[in-house]
């Protein structure tokens, strides 16, 4: 063993933060916008991905964790058996 | 005197006349204990993301009302000994009704 995994160093292109650029406001009811921040299994994406600053991610994990509540998006979406 | 928002959920089995009758409950118990209702909004009827109580669809509302604690409390035991409310949720309104000041 002893294999080691040669780690690419690849600088991800900065995305400009969305609700910075566009001043949308986080809402936890507004389940087509929350949607688009879900993998298509129903997780959160991270940040690394969107490009979502830090206080908007913040933001936006909360009205994602209240809309589920609330079932207007999933916590789990069942499929993939 | 805070603002608050509250979203809660009903069977769809009800009626028209039972979705009026819950709701008004509801608002009354918001107005009766000093408080005032700024919105009541019906969402219809939805499909649920998950099944809840094995119901698959449900009326939402989204009550957006201001008043103090001793609504909360009596709220959150009402909607839990209501059998026709699946979920509900209060939270406070971050984008409040501009109020016309006095």
Not at chain 1, 22 to 29: H, M, P, Q
Not at chain 1, 40 to 46: E, S, V
Not at chain 2, 24 to 36: A, C, L, Y
Request: net charge positive; with cysteine.
């Amino acid at each position: 063993m002893g294999k080691k995994k040669k780690k690419e160093k690849k600088a991800a292109p900065s995305k400009p933060c969305r609700f910075c650029v566009d001043k949308i406001k986080i809402d936890y009811k507004d389940d087509a916008l929350l949607s688009r921040f879900l993998t298509d299994r129903g997780k959160i994406t991270p940040r690394r991905i969107t490009g979502t600053c830090a206080r908007h991610q913040r933001m936006l994990s909360r009205a994602i964790k209240r809309a589920r509540i609330l079932a207007l998006i999933p916590f789990v979406k069942e499929y993939y058996r | 005197m805070k603002n608050y928002e509250c979203v809660y959920i009903l069977a769809p089995t009800l009626d028209d006349n039972g979705l009026k009758e819950k709701s008004e409950k509801f608002n009354e118990i918001v107005t009766s204990r000093s408080g005032t209702i700024n919105s009541l909004d019906a969402w219809g009827k939805r499909k649920l993301a998950y099944p809840i109580k094995k119901f698959y669809e449900g009326f939402y509302f989204v009550m957006r009302f201001s008043g103090n604690n001793e609504i909360l409390n009596e709220l959150n035991r009402v909607f839990r000994f209501d059998d026709a409310v699946l979920r509900h949720m209060i939270v406070i309104d971050e984008n409040p009704v501009p109020e016309k000041s006095e």
